[in-house]
């Protein structure tokens, strides 16, 4: 989300369209003249020097799945096996 204050944030559970202004926020950013983009880390600030940008068309394909039955009395029967006369 992006803030009055030009925090942009983002959340697991934001959507598509919040997550697509963020990204349009520090785009905009990022392109500005006399700015510098920084980067806060637990004790540690780094700067941004690059922006990478592209977009995939991601065709998902349906997988078959094989599932086993589970299995009947009569396969545990056959399971068994008698020991040996001795």
């Known amino acids: 989300a992006v803030t009055t204050s030009g925090y942009v944030g983002l959340a697991r559970s934001d959507s598509e369209q919040v997550r697509d202004a963020a990204w349009s926020a520090l785009r905009t ?6 700015v ?39 396969d545990a029967e056959g399971d068994q096996q008698e020991s040996p006369s001795g």
């Open 29 to 34: 950013a990022f392109l500005a003249p006399q």
């Open 36 to 74: 510098a983009l920084v980067f806060h880390l637990t004790n540690h600030y780094a700067l941004i020097f690059a922006l990478r940008e592209w977009e995939e068309d991601v065709v998902y394909e349906p997988v078959a799945v094989a599932k086993r039955a589970p299995p009947s009395s009569a």
